[in-house]
């Protein structure tokens, strides 16, 4: 029988013990080709934060890597959530707890500036992660219903062109890397019949037709409680209401 439950923690990198990233390059290695351990955990030491997935064994089953960015565009100051690596474990394909110990760590970004526009700059070699946007957003680009407003192009360039000057296409939204820096096991890159029926789907693979070599597509979204669906915006509006309360308490 399947465990019933794993548990999500929000991990600094320096809490991060090496048979533990050790453990997280294994899961990595099993979804991802065209990788190595010494990129990978180059990687890791670049970011902020892992979210770490453990079963009730208390083995990793699943992670998140994630960094703050600061930017500004056109005078305006904004703040984006990156998040890199990231894979459950396909025999915890299903659970939710990724999500939830998701919007947790946002939710604490966004309290500690709420004034400050906050984004989630996701880049996406797969249609699952692409699949993220529209189950916790409400608007997100780029996307198969609206073109991209202007103001968000312009921080989706910007934050895109900062983290990979020498492979962000901004004509196509693509990063392409001229030798794959990681891409799906081809089992995991076939997208099922029935996925093919999905608009979101058939958008992704309009804009990143060759993200099974590793291609992945620049998008943004607004972290905000007006902006995020269900159980991600009541988190964000319980964040505000604590952020004005201690506010009021000065």
């Not at 400050?116 to 996307?143: A, C, D, H, Q």
């Not at 492979?167 to 093919?196: D, M, N, V, W």
């Given at each position: 029988m399947r465990e019933p439950n794993i548990h999500g923690r929000i991990v600094s990198i320096a809490e991060v013990k090496p048979i533990d990233a050790h453990a997280m390059f294994e899961i990595f290695a099993r979804h991802y080709d065209c990788i190595s351990l010494e990129q990978f955990l180059h990687d890791l030491s670049e970011k902020d934060r892992v979210l770490v997935l453990r079963n009730v064994a208390g083995a990793i089953c699943g992670f998140s890597t994630?960094?703050?960015?600061?930017?500004?565009?056109?005078?305006?100051?904004?703040?984006?959530?990156?998040?890199?690596?990231?894979?459950?474990?396909?025999?915890?394909?299903?659970?939710?707890?990724?999500?939830?110990?998701?919007?947790?760590?946002?939710?604490?970004?966004?309290?500690?500036?709420?004034?400050?526009?906050?984004?989630?700059?996701?880049?996406?070699?797969?249609?699952?992660?692409?699949?993220?946007?529209?189950?916790?957003?409400?608007?997100?680009?780029?996307?198969?219903?609206?073109?991209?407003?202007?103001?968000?192009?312009?921080?989706?360039?910007?934050?895109?062109a900062a983290k990979f000057p020498d492979?962000?296409?901004?004509?196509?939204?693509?990063?392409?890397?001229?030798?794959?820096?990681?891409?799906?096991?081809?089992?995991?890159?076939?997208?099922?019949?029935?996925?093919?029926?999905?608009?979101?789907?058939?958008?992704?693979?309009?804009?990143?037709?060759?993200y099974a070599a590793g291609h992945e597509l620049a998008c943004l979204a607004e972290i905000s409680p007006s902006n995020m669906k269900l159980f991600a915006g009541r988190i964000l509006g319980q964040a505000q209401v604590a952020q004005e309360l201690r506010r009021g308490a000065d």
């Open positions: 994630q960094k703050v960015f600061r930017t500004s565009v056109k005078g305006t100051p904004v703040r984006a959530v990156f998040s890199g690596d990231t894979i459950v474990d396909r025999a915890y394909w299903g659970e939710q707890e990724l999500g939830r110990t998701w919007c947790r760590y946002v939710s604490s970004v966004y309290a500690e500036e709420p004034t400050v526009p906050l984004y989630w700059f996701l880049i996406s070699k797969g249609y699952r992660t692409y699949l993220y946007l529209p189950l916790f957003f409400e608007s997100f680009y780029p996307n198969c219903e609206a073109p991209t407003p202007a103001f968000e192009q312009r921080v989706l360039d910007t934050l895109a492979h962000y296409r901004p004509e196509t939204g693509l990063i392409e890397f001229p030798r794959s820096q990681g891409q799906l096991k081809p089992y995991f890159a076939e997208i099922p019949a029935r996925r093919l029926r999905d608009p979101h789907v058939q958008f992704f693979l309009k804009r990143n037709p060759a």
